[in-house]
């Protein structure tokens, strides 16, 4: 079964309070007339204090910059243990040493001799962030060409893919999908969840930075790169790992379907796609998808790709919200968040979920009830409920017996009170969604008249 990789949902505390009242304050201590009591200054009123600017050291252990720069040359400097310590030394100097070392932490990447020390490099790059498009543009071909001397299982192609996937669309190029594509099959599975990662997050859509004007969409710079989704869908969601199918799969939805201008060709550029997922998504027994959670993601893709199947899978999603791995309801909860109003076809399982006793399962179906606006509102009766059950097991005494460890104990409290955030923060949300605006059909014109 794949493990969930849940992004942690943040939940603001919801705090108030009325603003203390001086009106009953005795006559002989009130200040003359003409001396006015000021208001007390709220929350939201006192200025926030500045930022205090971070003082980077212009010397670590007793070295300058420059001359930890200069430790990083394979040429200069043979002992690798020291060059190491110049790699990971350089971003402590902050915002100088991404400036002035990224040069030379790019050439460590492409020529030293050591794997050991050129993935540190790969991770340092990928750590400091970048300033400039120029920046980005400089180590995404350090690591584009160093891609080009690894070998099978090489530790530098999975540290690579993983740095180039947190780069983002802006850094892809023909070089850099093409080296990334040419690792889809390495023997190293995590590896190959790597690359999965990497094609969804580089070859994705690449939007314009600049503001749209009023009333117009973004632009787009660049479409989903059609390479990235044939490697997906073609080669990768039949991989042996179902932590890389899992990874394809997701990457294909980040990708979306396949771009075409005009709608009547649509559907013949997409078949080659559908009927891989479609494929997948026989029973075992035939060769289809074994892995119940990459199973609901590829129902997903489905839908995506045809939109005429939801009412078919939507029921189908929901069915796995009462299976018996905990990760596969959450997965189930999480697939049926992203299509939101849409998801009322396993209204009945999703409001199961919130009877069940893990919190994590709990969370996954408030969520996906936020998601659906103002359809999840027949779900407030049930989280009312849960509220008023999580506030009396914190009001509850700890320490019962059969229950001595006082690790468990204060575990178990601290979870109430993140599902008790939770939950309020659902409710609110919930409560104030509105129904989404009927359209408004235009009327018909009479036949002979413009």
């Known amino acids: 079964m794949v493990p969930v990789r849940l992004l942690r949902w943040v939940v603001p505390a919801l705090l108030g309070s009325a603003p203390l009242s001086l009106s009953q304050v005795p006559p002989a201590a009130q200040p003359p007339a003409t001396q006015p009591v000021p208001p007390a200054a709220t929350a939201a009123e006192v200025p926030p204090k500045p930022p205090v600017p971070i003082k980077w050291p212009t010397e670590v252990s007793g070295r300058k910059l420059s001359e930890w720069i200069a430790d990083l040359s394979s040429s200069r400097n043979l002992d690798p243990s020291l060059r190491d310590a110049a790699v990971k030394t350089i971003p402590m100097f902050g915002p100088d040493g991404r400036k002035l070392g990224l040069a030379g932490l790019c050439n460590v990447i492409k020529t030293d001799p ?10 340092v790059v990928g750590g400091m ?18 891609l080009k001397l690894t070998i099978n299982g090489s530790m530098i192609r999975l540290h690579a893919t993983r740095t180039l996937a947190s780069f983002g669309p802006e850094a892809a190029t023909i070089d850099v999908i093409g080296g990334v594509l040419t690792m889809a099959t390495d023997p190293a599975w995590e590896t190959r969840q790597g690359v999965a990662a990497a094609l969804g997050r580089l070859g994705a859509t690449l939007y314009d930075d600049k503001t749209p004007a009023p009333g117009k969409p973004v632009e787009i710079k660049r479409h989903a790169s059609k390479a990235a989704m044939d490697k997906l869908a073609f080669t990768m969601i039949r991989d042996p790992s179902a932590v890389v199918r899992m990874e394809a799969v997701q990457s294909l939805l980040v990708l979306g379907p396949p771009h075409e201008e005009n709608p009547t060709k649509y559907v013949a550029l997409v078949k080659p796609y559908l009927d891989a997922v479609t494929l997948r998504l026989k029973d075992a027994k035939d060769k289809g998808e074994t892995d119940n959670g990459v199973r609901i993601w590829l129902m997903l893709i489905n839908m995506m790709y045809d939109d005429r199947t939801f009412d078919a899978l939507v029921p189908k999603i929901g069915y796995y919200i009462n299976a018996v791995e905990v990760a596969v309801r959450v997965h189930a909860l ?53 509220k008023t059950e999580t506030e009396a097991r914190l ?32 409710i609110k949300i919930i409560t104030e969604a509105k129904k989404p605006e009927a359209k408004k059909e235009e009327p018909k014109k009479e036949p002979g008249k413009n």
Do not use: W
């Not at 050591?114 to 991770?123: C, F, H, K, S, W």
């Not at 049926?336 to 893990?358: D, N, V």
């Open 114 to 123: 050591d794997p050991g020390v050129r993935v540190n490099a790969i991770l």
């Open 395 to 426: 009001a509850m005494k700890r320490g019962l017996p059969g229950t001595p460890n006082e690790f468990v104990e204060k575990k178990a409290e601290a979870d109430d009170k993140l599902l008790k955030k939770a939950i309020e923060n659902a």
């Open 129 to 146: 962030g970048f300033e400039t498009k120029e920046e980005m543009r400089q180590a995404t071909s350090a690591i584009a060409e160093v």
């Open 334 to 386: 999480n697939a049926l968040a992203i299509i939101g109003p849409r998801a009322h076809g396993a209204a009945s399982e999703i409001r199961s979920a919130l009877a069940q006793k893990e919190p994590l399962v709990i969370v996954a179906a408030a969520e996906c009830l936020v998601a659906m606006g103002d359809a999840g509102k027949y779900a407030l009766p049930d989280l009312e409920r849960l």
